[in-house]
């Protein structure tokens, strides 16, 4: 069964560029998180949806950072412009979802590496 | 929200079991404590989730006591391969609310030869 699947892995931009991610959550998994991880840091939450709607988005900074997820499937995240204090890693997850019980774990994708100049 | 509280670090040999232990004074009672592995330049992976007493899989333990003011992850035996960060996380995850506790800073272990 294929995980999550992020791409790029790695980008390298000048600030105030533009940037986006792209993230293909496991098949059937209602849930999608972005999260942010700062080097030694514990990933934070950016936005989560449930299907297409966004259900958390408190945390997303939303001067600069957009995010969509039209189908209810992939998402993408967007930067605009980029700072070069959004160098980190961005994360994507998804999970079957609160509805579906359990212990909705998250499965997390590699990541997206991304270094602002 | 529950804050949770870890070592920042911890040494072991390999083969000994390893207990790292997150406290979290002010849980819920709808919450759960979850607990997940981080590897460098991979994205967590979840251990194991509990809500009282004791928990085990293949892989963990997980105690919790009466109280559920804290908690305890044990690595048995562990190896080179367990080397990683681990992270507590408190929350009720049927309600969405076990999304918003931020993963902290967790717990670096090292297993050494």
């Known amino acids: 069964e294929a995980g999550v699947v992020q791409s790029p892995r790695y980008k390298i931009i000048e600030k105030k560029q533009p940037v986006a991610f792209w993230c293909n959550p496991i098949?059937?998994?209602?849930?999608l998180y972005w999260y942010l991880q700062n080097l030694g840091q514990g990933p934070e939450l950016l936005i989560r949806y449930e299907n297409e709607e966004a259900v958390d988005d408190s945390q997303l900074p939303k001067d600069r950072f957009s995010a969509e997820r039209l189908k209810g499937v992939d998402s993408t995240l967007k930067i605009q412009p980029a700072e070069l204090g959004d160098s980190a890693v961005y994360l994507c997850?998804?999970?079957?979802?609160?509805?579906?019980?359990?212990?909705?774990?998250?499965?997390f994708g590699p990541g997206t590496r991304l270094t602002v100049l | 929200l529950a804050k949770t509280t870890q070592p920042i670090s911890m040494d072991s040999y390999e083969g000994q079991e390893v207990n790292i232990t997150c406290s979290h004074n002010n849980i819920a009672t709808n919450d759960y404590i979850t607990w997940y592995q981080q590897f460098p330049s991979q994205g967590p992976r979840f251990i194991i989730q509990g809500y009282k007493t004791k928990v085990t899989n293949e892989v963990a333990s997980l105690f919790i006591p009466a109280d559920r003011k804290s908690s305890t992850l044990s690595l048995p035996r562990v190896s080179l391969s367990d080397t990683a960060v681990y992270y507590c996380?408190?929350?009720?995850?049927?309600?969405?609310?076990?999304?918003?506790?931020?993963f902290g800073t967790g717990t670096k272990l090292q297993v050494i030869p």
């Open positions: 996380l408190v929350g009720d995850p049927l309600s969405g609310g076990y999304q918003k506790v931020t």
């Open positions: 997850a998804s999970s079957l979802g609160v509805l579906a019980g359990g212990h909705n774990e998250q499965f």
């Open positions: 098949s059937g998994h209602n849930t």
